[in-house]
């Protein structure tokens, strides 16, 4: 791995791909979840419009009053945006849909790249003792990533087990290396974790064997398999860790956990 090690004050991660439908959702909740099981305190920021990530973490819409869309463009008091969730040392910042308007009201904001990162950086966020935050990013290479790219000290990348998941890439570490040049130049990938494994299918296989020869260390050794557990949990809005402790996604999520922190303390 990169150098990776623990900044001063909670480790931002942005989880992101632009391509969708290859986990950063699922990722984002499960991994949270399994840190806040390691004893960790974890703040989830949903940076996506469809909030899935708030639902996921059985947040009700009605109860989404403060959302990332004030974090990053009103005068909102910290303690109104962050939420506590049903998990005990798991907080989350929620999302609706108003955050999509959000790219065009930055546009005219001459700090528009930097507000996420000056927003998680207040001191009123001493106060929650982080030691993580994961910060959910939409399916697309916009002005939100590129916000959560440079509030983040690293990028986590799930990546689907598919045909032309590498391809996928490319423009992604383009506009890693952008924002390395133009606001973050500490950005580090944290790595890329497999996701929707299934052992049983070659491709998956393929893709593995690709993603290692071509990425090395980046590739985190933990992957996750497709588990209908995994896909269940958000319609109970509850991560696969609660929804099915046992499960093979669960021990996956938690395994993932384990290395990242494993990561991190070296």
Do not use: W
Not at 88 to 100: M, Q
Not at 144 to 173: D, K, R, W, Y
Not at 244 to 253: E, F, I, L, P, Q
């Amino acid at each position: 791995m990169s150098d990776l090690s623990r900044p001063e004050g909670p480790k931002i991660i942005a989880v992101a791909n632009q391509k969708g439908g290859v986990g950063k959702t699922t990722t984002s909740i499960n991994l949270a979840a399994a840190l806040v099981e390691q004893g960790k305190r974890v703040l989830l920021v949903d940076l996506d419009p469809q909030g899935n990530a708030s639902t996921g973490l059985g947040v009700e819409s009605n109860d989404r009053e403060y959302t990332t869309y004030e974090l990053l463009l009103e005068d909102i008091e910290l303690d109104d945006v962050v939420q506590r969730t049903a998990f005990d040392g798991l907080f989350i910042v929620p999302a609706t849909v108003d955050l999509s308007s959000a790219d065009i009201e930055l546009i005219s904001n001459e700090k528009r790249s930097f507000l996420l990162h000056d927003a998680l950086r207040q001191t009123a966020m001493d106060a929650f003792a982080l030691d993580y935050i994961l910060i959910d990013c939409p399916p697309s290479l916009n002005l939100l990533t590129v916000n959560a790219m440079i509030a983040a000290h690293s990028i986590l990348v799930p990546l689907q087990s598919e045909f032309f998941a590498l391809e996928g890439l490319s423009q992604l570490m383009l506009t890693i290396r952008e924002v390395r040049q133009s606001g973050n130049k500490d950005l580090r990938i944290e790595g890329i974790v497999l996701t929707m494994y299934d052992r049983r299918n070659n491709l998956s296989q393929q893709v593995e064997n690709d993603a290692r020869s071509n990425l090395g260390d980046l590739v985190f050794e933990t992957v996750i398999p497709r588990n209908v557990r995994v896909s269940e949990a958000p319609s109970f809005a509850m991560p696969v860790l609660s929804y099915d402790t046992t499960s093979k996604g669960a021990s996956a999520y938690r395994a993932l956990a384990k290395e990242l922190i494993k990561n991190n303390s070296i």
